[in-house]
């Protein structure tokens, strides 16, 4: 059976044994082919026994350099990097102002955008922070105004269809409004449904719009993008009287700076402060906040 020390084995024949093959062959030569004397001949084999081997191990030597030159040098942009990203986690985190009880529903005047593989590796990801790491924290589309409609555990989301009956399961919202791009018209969504149900139920402009409303802006400085440092601000407001009822600001870290390897997405391996693993970095944010009137 072929094991990891044959493979260790085969690597390291691989590359002494042309050079003891190359080495064997000068001092024959040397010895028994060249018209020089004893001490001429004495000579030129510790000529061989000294030129063979470093032909071999300088280019070894100046990989090896080259390497920990590199190794160095991603150790201070690293350490310049991370020293940015603690600082803007210094004002990471959330504040709740104020919460509201018996939510029936909410708006929402932004929507998680489609994703596309490509995000991945793009350090100028608009949504980066909140859909980076290795817990996805955020739904996109149909997928993310969903998240507000299925029944909560505060650990993990349920549809009508899939509730475990051991789990304690938190209220729900009734619907939830979405802002179209125009800024005038409004969708309101109700239900609940996952993959093999059906979608979502629409009705356009609701008489009676919901109140409270949820939003994010994504920070996209270019000069943290260049040390693949991405923000995002979650904020709930009060639309009647223009109040910031809670806010939540999440940064995210990718330490390789897009340089990962094994055709891993780089912001999925994306460090995050505050460290919350909720896959649902939205939803539960708000429930905190706009709490669900009981069924």
């Given at each position: 059976?072929?094991?990891?020390?044959?493979?260790?084995?085969?690597?390291?024949?691989?590359?002494?044994?042309?050079?003891?093959?190359?080495?064997?062959?000068?001092?024959?030569?040397?010895?028994?082919?060249?018209?020089?004397?004893?001490?001429?001949?004495?000579?030129?084999?510790l000529a061989v026994l000294v030129a063979v081997p470093a032909l071999f191990i300088l280019p070894l030597l100046q990989e090896i350099q080259?390497?920990?030159?590199?190794?160095?040098?991603?150790?201070?942009?690293?350490?310049?990097?991370?020293?940015?990203?603690?600082?803007?986690?210094?004002?990471?985190?959330?504040?709740?102002?104020?919460?509201?009880?018996?939510?029936?529903?909410?708006?929402?005047?932004?929507?998680?955008?489609?994703?596309?593989?490509?995000?991945?590796?793009?350090?100028?990801?608009?949504?980066?922070?909140?859909?980076?790491?290795?817990?996805?924290?955020?739904?996109?589309?149909?997928?993310?105004?969903?998240?507000?409609?299925?029944?909560?555990?505060?650990?993990?989301?349920?549809?009508?269809?899939?509730?475990?009956?051991?789990?304690?399961?938190?209220?729900?919202?009734?619907?939830?409004?979405?802002?179209?791009?125009?800024?005038?018209?409004?969708?309101?969504?109700?239900?609940?449904?996952?993959?093999?149900?059906?979608?979502?139920?629409?009705?356009?402009?609701?008489?009676?719009?919901?109140?409270?409303?949820?939003?994010?802006?994504?920070?996209?400085?270019?000069?943290?993008?260049?040390?693949?440092?991405?923000?995002?601000?979650?904020?709930?407001?009060?639309?009647?009287?223009?109040?910031?009822?809670?806010?939540?600001?999440?940064?995210?870290f990718e330490t390789k700076f897009g340089g990962t390897a094994n055709h891993t997405t780089p912001w999925s391996l994306a460090i995050k402060?505050?460290?919350?693993?909720?896959?649902?970095?939205?939803?539960?944010?708000?429930?905190?906040?706009?709490?669900?009137?009981?069924?």
């Amino acid at each position: 059976m072929f094991t990891t020390d044959d493979l260790g084995k085969l690597i390291l024949l691989s590359y002494w044994g042309p050079m003891l093959l190359l080495m064997g062959f000068l001092l024959r030569v040397v010895w028994k082919r060249l018209p020089f004397g004893k001490g001429a001949k004495v000579v030129s084999v510790l000529a061989v026994l000294v030129a063979v081997p470093a032909l071999f191990i300088l280019p070894l030597l100046q990989e090896i350099q080259k390497e920990k030159r590199k190794e160095e040098e991603y150790q201070r942009r690293y350490q310049a990097a991370k020293a940015v990203f603690d600082r803007q986690c210094q004002t990471a985190g959330e504040k709740i102002y104020r919460t509201v009880n018996n939510v029936e529903g909410l708006m929402l005047l932004r929507v998680r955008e489609e994703y596309l593989n490509k995000n991945g590796y793009d350090s100028m990801w608009e949504d980066a922070a909140a859909l980076s790491g290795s817990f996805p924290t955020d739904g996109v589309e149909e997928y993310y105004i969903n998240d507000f409609l299925q029944f909560s555990t505060g650990r993990g989301l349920a549809v009508e269809g899939n509730l475990l009956p051991n789990n304690k399961y938190l209220p729900r919202y009734r619907y939830v409004d979405v802002l179209q791009p125009d800024g005038k018209s409004i969708i309101r969504y109700r239900g609940g449904w996952d993959i093999g149900r059906k979608p979502l139920d629409k009705e356009a402009n609701p008489k009676r719009p919901a109140r409270y409303a949820f939003t994010y802006e994504n920070n996209v400085d270019p000069e943290l993008r260049k040390l693949w440092i991405a923000g995002t601000t979650l904020k709930i407001l009060d639309l009647k009287t223009g109040e910031l009822l809670a806010e939540k600001t999440v940064y995210a870290f990718e330490t390789k700076f897009g340089g990962t390897a094994n055709h891993t997405t780089p912001w999925s391996l994306a460090i995050k402060c505050p460290s919350d693993r909720s896959l649902q970095l939205s939803r539960y944010f708000v429930e905190r906040v706009l709490k669900p009137k009981p069924d």
